[in-house]
């Protein structure tokens, strides 16, 4: 997706606001044609459901992340967020280029969430 400095753009997990389904792995990555500019991500509504271990089900963590660059590896990584993210907390990332990835295993489900994610100019002589 290409982000311009002038317009936020919208990003929803499956289905939002009805729940995600499970087994579920979406990636976005996030490009700008400004290089001198941060991603400013605002959470709008966040809800990931937590994982429990039931018997010998064997699940793994829903989550959502964000990192450096359009490769989705744990060595680009810069957060990584599960259950709870409060209304209006903000990120900002000085980069060109970002990816953003969802995971949901194949036990629980949740309303998922809804960021927002705009560009803003660098201030000047940082
Ligand atoms: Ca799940």
Redesign the pocket.
């Known amino acids: 997706m290409n982000v311009s400095n002038s317009e936020a753009i919208h990003i929803a997990s499956p289905g939002y606001p009805d729940f995600y389904p499970?087994d579920v792995r979406c990636e976005w990555i996030l490009h700008s044609d400004d290089q001198s500019g941060s991603y400013l991500i605002t959470f709008i509504d966040f809800i990931i459901?937590e994982?429990e271990t039931y018997s010998d089900l064997q699940?793994s963590?829903?989550y959502f992340a964000i990192g450096k660059g359009r490769h989705v590896s744990i060595d680009t990584q810069v957060i990584r967020l599960s259950k709870f993210v409060a209304i209006g907390s903000t990120i900002v990332l000085e980069e060109n280029e970002i990816w953003m990835e969802f995971f949901?295993?194949?036990?629980?489900?949740n309303r998922g969430f809804l960021i927002s994610v705009r560009r803003r100019k660098n201030i000047a002589g940082k």
Do not use: K
């Open positions: 499970s459901s994982t699940a963590e829903d949901s295993d194949f036990l629980f489900h």
